[in-house]
């Protein structure tokens, strides 16, 4: 009766160790013993199978990587914004104090977020604070809305020309209503 012999492959890079004339793998040069399972594979497919399972756990991990910078990326510029929008609604109980805002982004983005996340891609447009005693210290957190289009601030007496300052470098700017203020200057 002819001897069986179990198939053997190189736990490195698969090749066939059938018949070699040395317990080392010519191809990687990895040595085994015929005697020890746990020295080789039995199934040419484990090689294969790892190499996907090893793919699929980096495109996994670069999956989590990508989508977590992508998080912080809309995370942090919302994030700067949030103390002018609170410097803002902060006076809404004094009568005045209104924040406008727009979605930017692409459509399918804004799905993808949906109400839960969509607020990641709000931006200032315009600002209401009427009635309010509102300080030129206060509006400095204005300069951190690039998108800012409109600011209206009335029945303001204490502002003064420092909060010009807080505004000239708002490129998106296109309305100032200032009403009550003492402003000297023109801008």
């Known amino acids: 009766?002819?001897?069986?012999?179990?198939?053997?492959?190189?736990?490195?890079?698969?090749?066939?160790?059938?018949?070699?004339?040395?317990?080392?793998?010519?191809?990687c040069g990895q040595a085994f013993d015929p005697n020890n399972p746990k020295t080789y594979w039995r199934h040419a497919a484990t090689l294969s199978r790892r190499r996907w399972a090893k793919r699929i756990i980096v495109a996994?991990?670069?999956?989590?990587?990508?989508?977590?910078?992508a998080g912080v990326s809309l995370w942090y510029p919302w994030h700067g914004k949030q103390a002018a929008v609170q410097m803002v609604r902060r006076y809404k109980g004094y009568?005045?104090?209104v924040v406008h805002t727009t979605a930017i982004g692409l459509q399918w983005l804004q799905c993808l977020l949906g109400?839960?996340?969509g607020f990641l891609l709000q931006r200032v447009d315009d600002i209401y604070i009427i009635n309010s005693p509102v300080t030129d210290t206060d509006l400095a957190s204005l300069k951190e809305l690039p998108y800012l289009r409109s600011v209206a601030l009335s029945g303001n007496s204490k502002l003064t020309d420092a909060v010009l300052v807080n505004l000239e470098n708002?490129?998106?700017?296109?309305?100032?209503?200032?009403?009550?203020?003492q402003i000297t200057q023109d801008w």
Request: with cysteine; hydrophobic share 35%; aromatic share 6%.
């Open 1 to 27: 009766m002819p001897l069986v012999t179990l198939p053997m492959f190189c736990r490195q890079c698969g090749y066939n160790l059938h018949g070699l004339p040395e317990n080392r793998c010519p191809e």
């Open 115 to 117: 109400n839960r996340g």
């Open 170 to 181: 708002l490129k998106q700017l296109q309305e100032l209503y200032l009403e009550g203020a």
């Open 95 to 97: 009568g005045g104090g």
């Open 60 to 69: 996994l991990l670069t999956l989590l990587i990508l989508s977590t910078v």
